[in-house]
């Protein structure tokens, strides 16, 4: 049997991830993990973020799966090396995937980051991005009202227009060569960032990146999909499943099946 990709994200937003594997590597089973019953990670202390991670790769663990793809920002900031040391397959973050493109793309050296509380605090993307050109000027900042407002379904109006200028305030008129866009849910206001930024600046969402990654890795392990038959992926969420289920839906433009997981824990320690 074809072993599955397994994804997790703090709730929907690794679902961004999802869908660009699902495009790079049609073949490729996938097993989603959202942690909808306690998202959001990115104001959480690390502590939470390292435990609910580990949970959460513990119950994927028990599909035996070939890689793990962490697709929230917060965590990967926070847990991915301590997942890495407990499991013995790849384990592929989406901060390394968007450093590695930002450096790419840039030309002056300037890198802007935007993301949760979380991710900015860690200092995780300055580091990633240092490790492979330490002489890049990083330029980091927290938007922690943004997820809120894509959640409402807020982008591409003159409200998360407003909502996103006055969060970019320090740093709209940085010169900056590119942005980061740090966290899932940022890429759906990526019209409203690119209209309030001073100058034009590359906006690297991650999702494609890392899928690319996925993509390199599998096949340099020998272990790209081969089945020719489509694979049926599989959902599960610790929250709401019928909630999780019509936004995956919406956003993946395909029927899929989800499995609501009750936590044998505490949600709230
Ligand atoms: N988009 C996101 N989260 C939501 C939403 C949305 N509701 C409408 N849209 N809700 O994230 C999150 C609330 N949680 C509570 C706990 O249970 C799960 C849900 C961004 C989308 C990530 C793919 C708007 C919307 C949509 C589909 C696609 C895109 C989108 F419904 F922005
Ligand atoms: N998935 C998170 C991230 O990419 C955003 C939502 C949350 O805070 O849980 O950082």
């Not at 997790?8 to 690794?14: A, K, R, Y």
């Not at 019953?37 to 435990?51: S, V």
């Not at 920002?73 to 590695?100: F, K, L, M």
């Not at 591409?156 to 008129?173: C, F, G, Q, Y």
Request: aromatic letters at 8%; a neutral charge; proline letters at 6%.
């Amino acid at each position: 049997m074809e072993q599955a990709i397994a994804i997790l994200d703090s709730g929907v937003g690794g679902l961004t991830v999802v869908k660009e594997v699902m495009r790079q590597l049609p073949q490729e089973k996938i097993i989603y993990f959202g942690d909808t019953a306690r998202t959001p990670y990115g104001p959480r202390p690390y502590e939470e973020i390292n435990l609910f991670t580990r949970q959460i790769v513990d119950y994927l663990l028990q599909f035996r799966p070939k890689m793990i793809v962490i697709a929230c920002n917060t965590a990967t900031a926070v847990a991915i090396d301590r997942i890495r040391s407990v499991v013995n397959i790849p384990v592929v973050g989406v901060i390394h995937p968007g450093a590695r493109a930002a450096i790419k793309m840039s030309r002056r050296g300037i890198v802007g980051v935007i993301g949760t509380e979380g991710t900015i605090r860690s200092k995780a993307y300055e580091h990633a991005l240092k490790e492979i050109s330490p002489y890049i000027e990083v330029v980091s900042l927290a938007c922690p009202t943004l997820v809120p407002l894509v959640e409402e379904g807020k982008f591409n109006t003159d409200e998360s227009r407003a909502a996103v200028r006055e969060a970019l305030t320090p740093i709209r008129t940085y010169p900056l060569d590119c942005l980061i866009l740090g966290c899932t849910h940022y890429p759906f206001l990526s019209k409203d960032i690119e209209a309030v930024m001073e100058r034009p600046v590359a906006l690297i969402s991650s999702a494609e990146e890392t899928a690319r990654e996925v993509s390199t890795i599998l096949y340099h392990r020998g272990q790209l999909a081969r089945s020719k038959q489509l694979p049926v992926h599989q959902f599960f969420c610790s929250g709401d499943a019928r909630m999780f289920q019509q936004i995956a839906q919406t956003w993946l433009g395909e029927h899929i099946m989800v499995s609501p997981v009750v936590w044998q824990v505490p949600n709230i320690i």
